[in-house]
Structures are given as structure tokens and as C-alpha cells.
């Protein structure tokens, strides 16, 4: 079964950094597109950012454009997003995603459109 593990949320205040990662077992790392959801208190879970399974597509919300920067590591079945600049408006419940894909480039931002996710992890700014 396939297993996603995100770690590295905490409180941090606004223009800090932070870096979160995605560890997945059970499957082929290098086969999957990723992305990045979040769910803040009392709104529905948003897309935030998608990498394609070589890593050389990427795609973002406007909200995080320039801010946050998503990547991967296929031989350590990792994902990270690098979050700069933060702001109270990004506290919220990080969850990663995988879905596998044929295409090296292809990317995925419809929550729907993943089917194996992972159970969150917690990231607070305070102002």
C-alpha cells in the first residue's frame, strides 16, 4: 500500500522560511507526478504547487508564485516545497500527493486527480 509521510511543519513567524518534505514507500517514486495541498481552518483543501515525474515541469497557485519552490529527489523518494516569505495567510494543514503517470512532463493540480495522499503536517505562521 502505498505510504506518503510528510514531515518538517512547525510555527514560524511571518517572513521566515520553511522547508517540508514528502517521503513515499511502496512505489515507484520516479513514476508519479507530486503535488502540494493545503487545508486551512474552515476552507476547503487548495492546490499549491505540482512537480512532473523527471522534475522538469512545475507549476504553482498565484498565491504562492515566487514564494514557494517545489522539487524532488527520485533516488531518495522525496519531495520537498521550500516555502520563503511566509505569511499567516499559509497556516494551514500540508499534504502531499502522488499519482502515476506515462508522461515525464505531465502535471496534475485537481485534487481529484490524485489518488494516493498523505496525512499532513502542520505549518503555523504567526504575524
Known amino acids: 500500500q502505498v505510504q506518503l509521510v510528510e514531515s518538517g511543519g512547525g510555527l514560524v513567524q511571518a517572513g521566515d522560511s520553511l522547508r517540508v518534505s514528502c517521503v513515499a514507500s511502496?512505489?515507484?517514486?520516479?513514476?508519479?507526478?507530486m503535488g502540494w495541498f493545503r487545508q486551512a481552518p474552515g476552507k476547503e483543501r487548495e492546490f499549491v504547487a505540482t512537480?512532473?515525474?523527471?522534475?522538469?515541469?512545475?507549476r504553482y497557485a498565484d498565491s504562492v508564485k515566487g514564494r514557494f519552490t517545489i522539487s524532488r529527489d527520485n533516488a531518495k523518494n522525496t519531495v520537498y516545497l521550500q516555502m520563503n516569505s511566509l505569511e499567516p495567510e499559509d497556516t494551514a494543514v500540508y499534504y502531499c500527493?502522488?499519482?502515476?503517470?506515462?508522461?515525464?512532463?505531465?502535471?496534475?493540480?485537481?485534487?481529484?486527480?490524485?489518488?494516493?495522499w498523505g496525512q499532513g503536517t502542520q505549518v503555523t505562521v504567526s504575524s
Open positions: 512537480i512532473s515525474r523527471s522534475g522538469s515541469t512545475t
Open positions: 500527493a502522488a499519482r502515476a503517470d506515462y508522461s515525464t512532463s505531465r502535471y496534475y493540480t485537481q485534487e481529484y486527480e490524485y489518488p494516493h
Open positions: 511502496w512505489i515507484t517514486f520516479s513514476t508519479h507526478v
